[in-house]
Nanobody, 115 residues
Framework: QVQLVESGGGLVQPGGSLRLSCAAS????????MGWYRQAPGKERELVAA???????NYADSVKGRFTISRDNAKNTVYLDMNSLKPEDTAVYLC?????????WGRGTQVTVSS
């Protein structure tokens, strides 16, 4: 079955950290560009970070210096390490796989940053 399953979301205080994981199955993971998106209520879904099969990454300006995307091809898993979290980071975070413009989406995991 082709699927992406996110985990690691939760409630964290401002300034805290979380690691999100996305486990992929049913795809040739190494040739997919993997991305993390987020969507907050009333807002459009936005790209947070992406990483190619070769390890090249890019980030939204709002998270540069705070978030790090990485992948472990042996584990078919992509990670998002989030540091110095802010309330405006609160959103559902979704994992995405992209190969030749074919998109696969996870269900999402909720991240809430609040004191």
């Amino acid at each position: 079955q082709v699927q992406l399953v996110e985990s690691g979301g939760g409630l964290v205080q401002p300034g805290g950290s979380l690691r999100l994981s996305c486990a992929a199955s049913g795809i040739i993971f190494s040739i997919n560009t993997m991305g993390w998106y987020r969507q907050a209520p009333g807002k459009e879904r936005e790209l947070v970070a992406a990483i190619t099969g070769g390890g090249s990454s890019n980030y939204a300006d709002s998270v540069k210096g705070r978030f790090t995307i990485s992948r472990d091809n042996a584990k078919n898993t992509v990670y998002l390490d989030m540091n110095s979290l802010k309330p405006e980071d609160t959103a559902v975070y979704l994992c995405n796989a992209n190969r030749s413009w074919r998109q696969i989406w996870g269900r999402g995991t909720q991240v809430t940053v609040s004191s």
